[in-house]
Each structure stands twice: as C-alpha cells, then as structure tokens.
Nanobody
Framework: QAQLQESGPGLVKPSQTLSLTCTVSGGSITTNYYSWSWIRQPPGKGLEWMGAIAYSGSSYYSPSLKSRTSISRGTSENEFTLQLRSVTPEDTAVYYC???????????????WGQGTQVTVSS
C-alpha cells in the first residue's frame, strides 16, 4: 500500500514561500488512480484541505487558498509538491500529504496519510 512522507524546511519567514515535497512509496501519482492532497492543521484548529493533484496532472484548490497555492508534480512520478506564497504567522501548522481513491477533498475521504511535518512562520 502507498506510504507518504512530507519533507521541507520547518521554518519560513513571513512574506516568503512555503515549499514542501511529498514522497510516495508503493505508488505513483501519474499511474495510480488517486488524488494526492495537501492538508494542514493550525494549532488549536481543525484539518483544512488545501488542494490536490490528480493522476492526470490536473490540480484543484480550496477557494480560500487558490490565489497563493500551487500543487505540482515533483522531480519524479513518486513526488508532488506544495508551494504557499506570501505566508504569515497564521500559516503556521502541521502540514500533511494524503491520498484519496475516491477523489475526495474532505479529510475523512483520505485513504493514506503522511506523518505530518510542522512548519512555523516566524521572523
């Protein structure tokens, strides 16, 4: 079964771009019929779906984050990336990558999860 792991800097300065990579083992974002999502959880708040990339390469985004979010294929078909531009301290959260066989966007529709990575926005 697919396993996912997030990687990237744990500290980002305000106004900069938050960049993370999700590495998938036991699967491929281009040949497996799943969507591949980024989800985050700010401290004291619930899970928030940010966006996803489908096996076709098409990307989809939460309306609240679309203007500053990019989700793309990585350097190989075993990776996909998140870029969140113009970050503020409110973007501090645990960031997860996850996959859904039903192409859902709700956290409960995700079949596989990474362990999550803490990202702090601070100067």
């Amino acid at each position: 079964q697919a396993q996912l792991q997030e990687s990237g800097p744990g500290l980002v300065k305000p106004s900069q771009t938050l960049s993370l990579t999700c590495t998938v083992s036991g699967g491929s974002i281009t040949t497996n019929y799943y969507s591949w999502s980024w989800i985050r959880q700010p401290p004291g708040k619930g899970l928030e779906w940010m966006g996803a990339i489908a096996y076709s390469g098409s990307s989809y985004y939460s309306p609240s984050l679309k203007s500053r979010t990019s989700i793309s294929r990585g350097t190989s078909e075993n990776e996909f990336t998140l870029q969140l531009r113009s970050v503020t301290p409110e973007d501090t959260a645990v960031y997860y990558c996850a996959s859904s066989g039903s192409f859902g966007y709700a956290p409960w529709q995700m079949d596989y999860w990474g362990q999550g990575t803490q990202v702090t926005v601070s100067s």
